[in-house]
């Protein structure tokens, strides 16, 4: 599971809390918010977490590619 600093948490709560009076004209209190930001921490993080982890891994295969044709450039006729 993905941990938030106190400070992160309050902010996500805070950005929660805006985006449901702005798109559903419903308040909800601090302890709603926070416990709202740790189900998305909880349940949905992981999701972008491991898709970011598979992009890393798509561009770091496609760099190792490349060192392999510098490094074959750099071969000496023997």
């Not at 709560?13 to 709603?32: P, S, T, V």
């Not at 890393?56 to 750099?74: N, P, Y």
């Amino acid at each position: 599971m993905i941990r938030l600093s106190a400070r992160e948490k309050a902010a996500l709560a805070e950005r929660l809390r805006e985006y449901c009076m702005a798109e559903f004209d419903c308040e909800i209190g601090n302890l709603q918010a926070e416990l709202f930001a740790d189900v998305i921490a909880r349940e949905f993080a992981p999701v972008f977490y491991n898709s970011g982890l598979r992009d890393a891994e798509a561009l770091l295969m496609k760099r190792m590619e490349s060192f392999g044709d510098e490094i074959a450039a750099l071969e000496m006729p023997a």
